[in-house]
């Protein structure tokens, strides 16, 4: 329910900078990984290889939010 309308959501994937967990984040037209340590944006399509279920349940409801 928390996570519901998130807009974040913390992922099991380590920063390729510093190997803190990253936090899928979104914007309204697009998704991406963000690291709160390097307070980096990581391009979301280099990490789909590594999917976890927390970035699988957040792109499900990103795209079944969309109209
Ligand atoms: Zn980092």
Redesign the pocket.
Known sequence: MFWGSSREKQTTLP??????K?LIKRTCHEAYMY????Q?KFDLKAFIPQMDSAMEEFLENLYSNRI
């Open positions: 920063c390729p900078v510093c190997a803190e990253m690291c709160g340590h390097c980096k």
